[in-house]
DNA sequence: TTGTAAGCGTTATCAG
DNA sequence: CTGATAACGCTTACAA
């Protein structure tokens, strides 16, 4: 796509009788230039339309100001909402976003850093899949920093930054017997990513520490249709469950919708649910879901302060934050 | 953020024993290098960690490969599924798409396209907001092209591409009359966007013509709880309407969970739902709505294709589509 | 404070 | 097919 050059420099430092290290001064924050020569540099550039360009600037700089952004099944409420929030906070900081999407291929994830790498991003935040170890180590040996969101955790040079997933499928457990549920299940996707898996096992655990015993069904990929089948599944069984911990609120939604029009089972009266994310939906009177809010704010929030650091070698980090129990009427007594 | 610089094609040249022109002939698609060249180029530049810098590419050819990708509220579930679209054509199509967030202030899109320009993007395409006719002006004068997306249709240059909004309200009457309704109500927010308002204005013309009177009510911004409080508002009054077409699925949702919950009212047999948009959501069975589908993977399509063209002086364009009417149980006898 | 000059990593041109 | 050389638009010593 052959384009028309841009206004340069040198023409705006031609216009405004200058040298074009004037022009570049100007544009630079914390140069030394007199107010004289910025009025008149500034007056040429706006005139014909200047704008510094990047490409050129991060070359010089070895900087770009790029951060990528690696997703994939970015349009659910989850991830849509995260990516709002790292665009958000990337362009407080004066950084820019470039959003890639892996929803195609097996590797992709891998693809992306290259993509990123070529970019000379300064930064690549990877909010899903995992990476293989030795492109990370390419990244990291070029300096380019990572950031890793609710990822696996054994990862050496990357920031980290995970929820106590365990922790609080425990807290669900507790909520569950206050509610004198004793016939508790868990239903999760077959995605098996670390958050779900630890969601799935903190839940069996603390529900067998109290003596309870659990249901556990997985079932395809994680979002609504999923939370239909897996209700299929766990309500058509002779001795049917009294609470479901769905691992995130999509499947959620699911669960409730068969439970309710197809079993006609009226929640939370014969069955507590409860969900995980407090995606915009589980507020809805339809669901009104009682779930753990991700604080995607303070995510996004930790992960762009970090990379924006300027220390040389950025200590080795890992960051954990305990979800906010979001307690509605899915659940009896909240 | 100083970095380690990353290998260069001088170093891999060294290593290679041959010229840093054979490493770029390597790396560009249609150059001739002889086999054997090639070879050891390819050899050398995965042993360094080698990844071709698109920055100096970008300097060189006048073409940096970036598209930006305009948009606020992000996170919504039609907003959100048309980013998830365009990011994947413009990665068929070997492009990338740099994401700005213009949630913040006024005059953002102005600022976004300010840093499009700045990133020497090929292309622009606003999925939110207006900018001024300057800095589109400007855009285009230096060879980024630009697509408005369910814009303004009176610009001249860029691509615009637009629903048949109105007379798709016009099948809505249709469709209300069938079901027996005679009380029609339109439900918007207060956005006033060109779509929006033209869907309004369909719906309504088309109900005249058919003799039929009726009512507006216009609400905040284009979400469910907006929904809920044009419910509050349409289904208290004496004489009740009977159908109401919500300007968008998340604004239905909101109102029909507010006339079940709230109004008891039972859906479609004391009131008929019509949204727009079809997101994710309006197929889930609580509320199985009625809508027009969106053709997100077609916009994105034709949006890319256009921009990718290599058309010196590409012709001014405009494209309407005909979103498809999605019969569901919210309005009788689909 | 200002201008000059070198250099960032590429690609395009043009001999060989 | 290959290699030298000249851009691309910018920043940044360095010298004035």
Redesign the pocket.
Known sequence: MPQK??????E??ERA?????????T??PG????P???RRVVEAAEALG????????G????ESGIVCLIVSEMSTPYRANLIRAMTQQLQNAGKVAMLINTDRSDGSVDLALRQAIRYRADASIILSGMPDRSITQLCLKNGQRLVLINRDDDQQGPLRINLDDAEAAGRVVTAFVRAGCRRLAFANSQAGTPSLMAREHGFVGAAKAMGLPVLVERHGPTNYESGRVLAQRLLTLGERPDAVFCATDLLACGFMDAARHQFRLSIPDQLCVAGFDDIEQAAWSSYDLTTFAQPVDRIAREAVAWLVNEREEPADHSVRFRPDLVWRSSVRGG
């Not at 200047?50 to 600037?57: D, E, S």
């Not at 070359?59 to 070895?62: D, F, S, T, V």
């Open positions: 050059p841009f206004v340069s420099a040198q705006v430092a009788g200058v040298s074009r290290s004037a022009v570049s001064r544009f630079t140069a030394s230039v007199s004289e020569t910025r200047y704008h510094v360009n990047h490409l050129a600037r070359l010089m700089r070895n």
